[in-house]
Every structure is written in structure tokens, then in C-alpha cells.
T-cell receptor, first 114, second 113 residues
Framework: ETGVTQTPRHLVMGMTNKKSLKCEQH?????MYWYKQSAKKPLELMFV???????ENNSVPSRFSPECPNSSHLFLHLHTLQPEDSALYLC?????????????FGEGSWLTVV | GESVGLHLPTLSVQEGDNSIINCAYS??????FIWYKQESGKGPQFIID?????DKRQGQRVTVLLNKTVKHLSLQIAATQPGDSAVYFC????????????FGKGTMLLVSP
């Protein structure tokens, strides 16, 4: 149990589907993140929310749309994805900024786009 | 199970041996470093961290060494167990912003009984 819970753990979707990934953290942190992990690259930061406000958008295509309704919940809405978007999507949280503050990850959501 | 990070450097050891996993970091301004363990099908799990004002830090069966002169980080695992089999990667933080944590590609540790 990492304190960061992601659902669903596995998702298969067609390129015309709309789906969402959900993340909930139980650590009392005030910053939440979406990362993408694929076989060919190290972890890539997608979005960061601090106190429910988006503070980073790392040049992510608009077919990925994040939502942070409160400091404990984070969503990633998916629409018209491409097969190359298939990857492990990791949610993470931290207390404040990253200087000396560890970031904790969830177990991830495996996404397959067909 | 599923895995990411194919074609990673691999370290194979026997159960009971000590393992040393190395990481070269890129930014001389980095002042905080973290080691993560990622088992197949799971998210990265925090193992140990170290700040740049230290050169060694010990945890339970793990030790992290930091050599700022050559920008090198290592993770030592004592008495390696089959349950230690996983991908290990380091992360470096060079600032206080939210996007200043950079991850390495990782090393796969395989422990044989």
C-alpha cells in the first residue's frame, strides 16, 4: 500500500473512445502529478497540480486532459488517443515542491490503445 | 507480469551476495537524489534518498553513496534476496520546482536462488 491509489489498473480503449484514469492519495500531500512510463523512455512528467491548480503542463497533447477537483483526487481524461500512447500512466504526490521532498507513486494504470 | 524499461542494463547476482547498482547523474546543480525500486507490474517504490551535503546514507540493508566530484550515485544492497529482483532507478532533483526531478533509465537486478 503506497498511499496513492490508481484505477483502473488496466484499460484497453479504441482510438475513438473517451475514458478516464483516476488517482486518489491518502498521504495528506498538496501536490499531485501524472507521469508516463513507456518501454523506450525514462519516466516523463506530464502534469503537476499544486493545491488544485495546474502548475506544469509538459507539452502534453490536448488529447490528454487532467482534472484536479481537490488536493486528494486527480483525473486524466483520455480522448482520441493514438496507439503510441499505450504506456503505464503513473500518478504521484508530494508535500510541497520537490526540494528535498520525496515523490510517492501509485501502482499505475496500464493503458493499451487499439 | 508486465514490465517497462526493456533493454535495460542488467545485473545478475546470487542470493546472499551484495549488489551494487550505479547511476551517473547529469546536473552538477542537483542537490537531492532518490533511489526507486520498480517490481514487474507495479509503480516505483521509494527506497532511500540522500542530500548533496552528505556522501553516504544507510537504510535497512541498503546504502547510498554520493560522489559529487564525478556526479555518481550508487545503491548497495546487502545480502540480496530474490525479492530484491526489480528495476532500480535513480532520480536527481536540481531545484525547488515541481518539474525538476529527472529520472534515469534504470538497471534491472536479477537475483538467483
Amino acid at each position: 500500500e503506497t498511499g496513492v491509489t490508481q484505477t483502473p489498473r488496466h484499460l484497453v480503449m479504441g482510438m475513438t473512445n473517451k475514458k478516464s484514469l483516476k488517482c486518489e492519495q491518502h498521504l495528506g500531500h498538496n501536490a499531485m502529478y501524472w507521469y508516463k512510463q513507456s518501454a523506450k523512455k525514462p519516466l516523463e512528467l506530464m502534469f503537476v497540480y499544486s493545491l488544485e491548480e495546474r502548475v506544469e503542463n509538459n507539452s502534453v497533447p490536448s488529447r490528454f486532459s487532467p482534472e484536479c477537483p481537490n488536493s486528494s483526487h486527480l483525473f486524466l481524461h483520455l480522448h482520441t488517443l493514438q496507439p503510441e500512447d499505450s504506456a503505464l500512466y503513473l500518478c504521484a504526490s508530494s508535500q510541497g515542491g520537490l526540494r528535498g521532498n520525496t515523490i510517492y507513486f501509485g501502482e499505475g494504470s496500464w493503458l493499451t490503445v487499439v | 507480469g508486465e514490465s517497462v524499461g526493456l533493454h535495460l542494463p542488467t545485473l545478475s547476482v546470487q542470493e546472499g551476495d551484495n549488489s551494487i547498482i550505479n547511476c551517473a547523474y547529469s546536473n552538477s546543480a542537483s542537490d537531492y537524489f532518490i533511489w526507486y525500486k520498480q517490481e514487474s507490474g507495479k509503480g516505483p517504490q521509494f527506497i532511500i534518498d540522500i542530500r548533496s551535503n552528505m556522501d553516504k546514507r544507510q537504510g535497512q540493508r541498503v546504502t547510498v553513496l554520493l560522489n559529487k566530484t564525478v556526479k555518481h550515485l550508487s545503491l548497495q544492497i546487502a545480502a540480496t534476496q530474490p525479492g530484491d529482483s526489480a528495476v532500480y532507478f535513480c532520480a536527481e532533483n536540481y531545484g525547488s520546482g515541481y518539474s525538476t526531478l529527472t529520472f534515469g533509465k534504470g538497471t534491472m537486478l536479477l537475483v538467483s536462488p
